[in-house]
């Protein structure tokens, strides 16, 4: 009890000249709760020398404490405490003459403080770091990143064995001069109950909060971005990133070699088609050879005004197995028709390419024109659709960054003409688009074709349909089988499979697109990507990787037809709320091909778009980067200059003041407030239904009398088996009297005080045990209240061995006859007693 | 009982308000599972403090009086009534008669049907009679968010006796001495008294150390030395408790310091044979009187030292009503606090009347805080003195044992 209940005055402190600072229990965990809650907070949003800097001095500043006075005295420790804060004052000026933001400012600073506490460790200073701590990990929780998933468990466990370890100071109050320690291993029960209680409450609490994004304004403006869990600050890229170019499945040796199309098995962490594995760039198999693991990494990184789907290649040549890119539409180029390009839009795009994942320079369809920095412009492959990087020359140095022009045709203000214009630009025709290995196509897959859009007659209408079909019949299966060798693709997809990637889809969509008359070809390359709604980029990572078919539409043009469910393109917003900005895009382009949304047909109405004929010049040389380009594309690496530097662009293009970054509206707020809260009581209400429904059937009624008999027992249990217990205890001491027949003579000492152990081992297990400090004969007489002769038989057994033990005389044999059979007289009163289930208790003798 | 949040609950409470703000409309995956885990730790938390405190009961030890400046023992029972062990629980209880008003003492965690005795001890830095009232118990849920807190009444008084220093020499005889009177008497208690008396037969309560060799010889039966009961000492403590002249310092004031005397003095006279007259200002008497037998009266005295406070009553008063009844050829204490000057002329009488007067002078000013340094005496402060009689000036650091060892 000393050991646990100690009395520790801290006023008191030892004074030999090897003392040191009194510590509190868990002293260590105290800091790594600390380093937890700093990390979930600063990575990846505060400076990130500090950040290292801040978590690698955690240790030595914890060790501080173990270092006697006499060769550091507390006014040094003081002196480095008045230290550490001027730094953070310091820093604060810095930062704040490089307009850093408030929070990141305000965070910054109190992690630098929560270190000088470290110092001096005075009691409190244990609670003002607690305190520190709880408040690094709330604001941790704005920004979501895996690592505050990585740290929340950790943090929270550390968190619970430091206020269960210092319950009982938090419960008597004092103050920093009492340092009550209590024991979690003798405290392991109720810690348990409360574990076992909390954890089902916080899922609990977990499933009724909304997750569900919705749109609407945040109470938080900061200049982070978020979802970049594995991005690399620029400062930390010189140090972490290697000087070899990274290629995804990169071979040994061919570090700085591009080796177009080709990567070696199972070395793919992704699984775009646009290069399959063994196979070159020129072709894909629809039968999912290209479809590896898709990767988590970036690939790039997009502005753009518009939602494009990114193309990689296009494959207009089906085989029956593969699609293919024919020689023809290798070479082909488009023909300039004024009439067309009179609804013709440019589109400007500034990629920055994140990791090389392939050597196309990946663009919205249709790129015209790229913008490269030399010395790389020579040295690529231009096709009529996008460019490439050449064989010759190794990958840049990433960031890679280059702007490209697309084409998109105004589709709006084409259906307005009255005369109807031909769209089509190519040099190829449009039956080579109908073409199809008429051997291999099956009937029922020409059937299908025709039930599907014969009865439609627009060309719209018809790919819509027949993209409907896939999308509801079919199910998405990244990882699905290869198709038989005698088997065509599509049909086994259509009549067999009937699940698959993307690439079936695509291959389906575009046969029976091709069924039905419609031009049509498969593209591979990205889906959009995550938009970023803070810096208003589009994110593509490796998992977006995807294919989906192009179909010729009169007075519509090339339109993007996607047949993969909706679902399982992978396309996130940052969460709503953080940021005065929201999806711009919605949901629509899953539904309508992108080149006809609504954002896209604003945006092309927009002055952001360029009219190819709107200024001659401009149409036949590269176009400038508008200012807000040039701020993008050189901030894109440093996050918190990205506020300042829209303040700025938006001064410079609106002529006035920037609209504040604080500014918030109250009523949005409490818009999303309410809504959510009563989101949150219709899923209690939902889960109280269903749980009554679950209560009431079957199972919850066999659950509920499984719970009922295991608490019962639970109860019981105990109880019975100290009856038991005791049960056994009287019949071994009866047992054991058996053997002491023959004591009584040759050692009637030993029999008479093994005669008292029984009858007193008889008596507790009956529920009449001796209380502390009872005087023996005093406690003898108290079983007068059960039975008269009973408790004589106690008392004299008492008073023998007494006299056994204190007096000169030994027992004699008549003694020690007279307790064995005293002690014989009371373990059989006893045992009827308490097989007439009478239950003494203490309680009642002492009253 | 009584539930509430503690400190680290409050600022849990307020993390939880604000995560869950957060996460109702700025929702991602990070805020609702940081608001979570916070609210389910609260609610666990609340719902284990209501069961925290269950099937407890507790019990006040005997009381035993103390003594100011030495460690009073407050002990109490705690029994675990319920099923299981109960977690570890705080006893506390307000004791204004300590430096730290509220003694909170840990419990272990008690196991099924455990009944311990906890002793508490504490240190009485004031002296007084004092009422305790209710004991607390505390406890709450296994994090320390939540304190229930219990109270039983269990009423119990308290006497907390004036520190007194032991004197290990006192000198008590009185330097000039009028003829005293003839009558005399024995006291009828061996070792007792200074002149001696007679002899007389051994009674069964007798020290052996007394028994008188040559008498028991002589009468062929034990017999003891006895002394003269008139030959006694007789001494006179009059105490001055005059308000105004108290220092501000409730446990180190100058009335402290000299109730302390006086505990000292009666405490060693009562080890001795001798008369008491002791005269002070109570509340509830102007003029309180104790007098007789020293071991007799001493508790009286205590008890009136214990419960002594601060009166209008100047020490010339003291004097003027109860000077007649100093015994000629006795000892008198004054211990005084404010600089009256008529009192000299009580001093002149008495010490016509063979009075030995030593006079113990404690002005507030020499009493102004603990670890202040004592000031030093000037010979300015005696002006007031410097006719008749000279007060010994007592301060702060100054030492009872030596002041009163001087005489």
Not at chain 1, 149 to 162: G, S, T, V
Not at chain 2, 58 to 72: F, H, M, N, V, Y
Not at chain 2, 160 to 187: C, D, F, N, W
Request: hydrophobic fraction near 40%.
């Amino acid at each position: 009890m000393a050991d646990m209940f100690q009395h520790t005055p801290l006023n008191s402190q030892a004074k030999t000249a090897f003392s040191v600072p009194e510590r509190m229990p868990l002293h260590y965990a105290y800091f790594l709760l600390f380093g937890a809650s700093m990390l979930s907070a600063l990575w990846q949003h505060a400076h990130p020398g500090l950040t290292i800097v801040l978590v690698l001095s955690l240790i030595p500043a914890a060790f501080i404490s173990y270092i006697p006075l006499r060769i550091l005295p507390r006014e040094f420790r003081t002196y480095l405490q008045i230290a550490v804060i001027t730094v953070a004052i310091v820093w604060a000026v810095i930062r704040l003459f490089h307009k850093v933001p408030t929070d990141k400012l305000l965070i910054e600073m109190i992690c630098i403080l929560g270190m000088s506490l470290a110092f001096s460790m005075r009691a409190a200073e244990y609670g003002y770091m607690l305190l520190i701590s709880v408040l690094l990990l709330v604001y941790g929780a704005l920004l979501p990143r895996t690592m505050y998933l990585m740290i929340l468990l950790p943090a929270f466990f550390l968190l619970m064995a430091i206020v269960y370890k210092s319950r009982l100071n938090a419960l008597s109050g004092e103050g920093p001069n009492q340092i009550f320690r209590s024991s979690i291993r003798k405290n392991w029960l109720p810690i348990l109950i409360h574990m076992c209680i909390l954890v089902p409450l916080w899922i609990y609490f977990y499933s009724i909060l909304p997750t569900e994004r919705k749109t609407g304004r945040g109470i938080f403006v900061v200049s982070f971005s978020n979802d970049n869990d594995l991005y690399v600050p620029p400062q930390f890229a010189n140090w972490l990133t290697s000087e070899k170019i990274k290629l995804s499945g990169e071979q040994p040796g061919d570090s700085n070699r591009f080796v177009p199309g080709l990567r070696a098995e199972g070395q793919s962490k992704s699984g775009p088609p646009v290069s399959s594995s063994g196979e070159k760039a020129s072709s894909m198999d629809s039968s999912g050879s290209g479809s590896g693991a898709p990767g988590d990494e970036m690939v790039f990184r997009a502005k753009s005004p518009v939602k494009f789907y990114w193309v990689g290649n296009i494959y207009d040549f089906y085989d029956g197995v593969a699609w293919k890119q024919s020689p023809s539409f290798k070479k082909q180029h488009l023909k300039w028709d004024l009439a067309v390009q009179r609804f013709t839009k440019r589109v400007e795009q500034n990629i920055v390419i994140e990791k090389w994942i392939s050597p196309v320079l990946f663009a919205g369809y249709r790129a015209s024109y790229y913008s490269i920095n030399f010395p790389l412009y020579a040295a690529t492959n231009r096709s009529f659709y996008n460019e490439r990087l050449t064989e010759k020359q190794p990958y840049p140095k990433l960031p890679f960054t280059y702007t490209v022009t697309s084409e998109l045709m105004n589709v709006e203000s084409l259906g307005k003409m009255k005369k109807p214009v031909s769209l089509w630009g190519e040099t190829l025709s449009r039956t080579h688009y109908l073409k199809l290995p008429g051997k291999r196509i099956s009937e029922r897959l020409k059937n299908l074709s025709k039930r599907l859009s014969s009865h439609l007659s627009g060309d719209y209408e018809r790919a819509l349909a027949i993209r409907d079909y896939l999308r509801t019949n079919f199910v998405y299966k990244q990882f699905s089988s290869k198709t038989p060798k005698d088997r065509e693709s599509v049909d086994y997809f259509i009549f067999d499979l009937k699940m698959g990637h993307c690439e079936y889809f695509a291959s389906s969509m575009c046969v029976l697109a091709r069924l039905s008359g419609l031009p049509a070809r498969v593209v591979t390359g990205f889906s959009p990507g995550n938009y970023n709604a803070l810096n208003g980029l589009f994110e593509v990572h490796e998992y977006h990787a995807h294919a989906w078919t192009q179909v010729f539409c009169d007075k519509k043009g090339w339109l993007t037809i996607d047949p993969t469910p909706p679902g399982e393109i992978v396309s996130r917003t940052t969460p709503i709320g953080i940021g005065s900005l929201h999806d711009p895009f919605g949901d629509e382009w899953k539904v309508t091909p992108p080149e006809l949304t609504e954002s896209t047909l604003n945006s092309l109405k927009s002055d952001d778009v360029d009219d190819v004929f709107s200024s001659p010049e401009r149409a036949a040389v590269n176009p400038a980067p508008s200012l807000l380009s040039k701020i993008f594309m050189s901030m894109a690496m440093a996050p918190e200059k990205i506020g300042s530097a829209l303040d700025k662009a938006r001064e410079d293009l609106s002529g006035g003041k920037p609209k504040g970054k604080d500014t918030f509206s109250f009523k949005d707020i409490f818009t999303s407030v309410k809504s959510n809260l009563m989101l949150i009581a219709q899923k209690i209400a939902s889960g109280w239904k269903s749980f009554m429904k679950w209560f009431f059937s079957t199972s919850g009624s066999i659950f509920l009398i499984m719970i009922m008999t295991a608490a019962l027992f639970s109860i019981k249990t105990p109880g019975i088996y100290r009856k038991i217990k005791n049960r056994l205890t009287i019949r071994r001491c009866v047992k054991r009297l058996a053997d002491l027949e023959k004591l009584k003579k040759t050692s009637p000492c030993e029999n008479v005080k093994l005669c008292y152990n029984i009858t007193r081992k008889a008596l507790d297990a009956a529920g009449w045990p001796r209380l502390k400090n009872m005087e023996l004969f005093d406690y003898g007489a108290t079983l007068n209240k059960v039975n008269h002769a009973f408790c004589n038989n106690v008392l004299v057994i008492y008073y023998i061995y007494s006299k056994a033990i204190y007096s000169s005389d030994p027992p004699t044999v008549q003694d020690a006859e007279t307790v064995l059979e005293r002690t014989r007289s009371i373990t059989s009163f006893i045992l009827s007693y308490t097989k007439e289930n009478k239950k003494p208790t203490h309680s009642s003798l002492l009253k | 009982m009584r539930i509430s949040p503690t400190r680290r609950g409050k600022i849990l409470i307020l993390a939880a308000a604000g995560t869950l703000g957060v996460a109702l409309v700025n929702v991602n995956i990070t805020t609702c599972l940081t608001a979570s885990g916070i609210l389910s730790v609260l609610v666990s938390s609340f719902v284990m403090s209501l069961f925290s405190l269950n099937r407890l009961e507790l019990k006040r030890g005997p009381l035993k009086d103390g003594t100011a400046g030495g460690k009073i023992s407050l002990p109490v029972m705690i029994k675990n009534s319920g099923r299981g062990t109960r977690q570890s629980v705080i006893v506390s209880e307000a004791v204004p008669f300590a430096d730290k008003k509220v003694l909170n003492v840990p419990v272990q965690p008690l196991a099924r049907n455990a009944n311990i005795v906890i002793t508490r001890q504490v240190y009485a830095a004031k002296r007084g009679f004092y009422k305790l009232t209710y004991i607390s118990l505390v406890s709450g849920d296994p994090a320390g968010l939540f304190r229930t807190v219990r109270r039983f009444n269990l009423p119990g008084e308290l006497m907390i006796y004036p520190e007194s220093v032991k004197l290990s020499y006192m000198p008590i005889r009185i330097k000039r001495q009028i003829a005293s009177s003839v009558l005399g008497r024995p006291i009828g208690i061996s070792g007792m008294g200074q002149e001696f008396f007679g002899v007389r037969e051994y009674r069964h309560s007798d020290g052996v150390r007394f028994i008188h060799w040559k008498s028991s010889a002589r009468h062929k039966k034990l017999m003891v030395r006895d002394f003269e009961a008139n030959a006694s000492t007789k001494v006179s403590i009059f105490l001055e408790t005059h308000r105004k002249s108290t220092g501000m310092d409730e446990t180190y004031s100058n009335l402290e310091y000299l109730i302390k005397t006086a505990a000292s003095i009666v405490n060693y006279l009562s080890g001795m044979y001798c008369q008491i007259l002791f005269v002070t200002s109570t509340e509830k008497d102007r003029v309180w009187v104790s007098t007789g037998e020293a071991f007799g009266v001493k508790d009286r005295i205590m008890n009136s030292l214990a419960t002594l406070m601060s009166t209008d009553c100047r020490i010339d008063e003291l004097l003027r009503v109860e000077s007649d009844y100093v015994r000629p050829n006795s000892i008198l204490y004054c211990l005084t606090m404010s600089e009256t000057p008529g009192i000299t002329k009580y001093f002149d009488i008495l010490t016509e009347r063979g009075v030995d007067i030593r006079w113990i002078h404690a002005p507030a000013k020499y009493f102004l805080s603990p670890g202040a340094p004592a000031s030093v005496h000037e010979p300015a402060d005696l002006g007031m003195f410097l006719e008749g009689l000279v007060p010994f000036i007592a301060r702060q650091d100054l030492n009872i044992s030596r002041m009163l060892s001087y005489g």
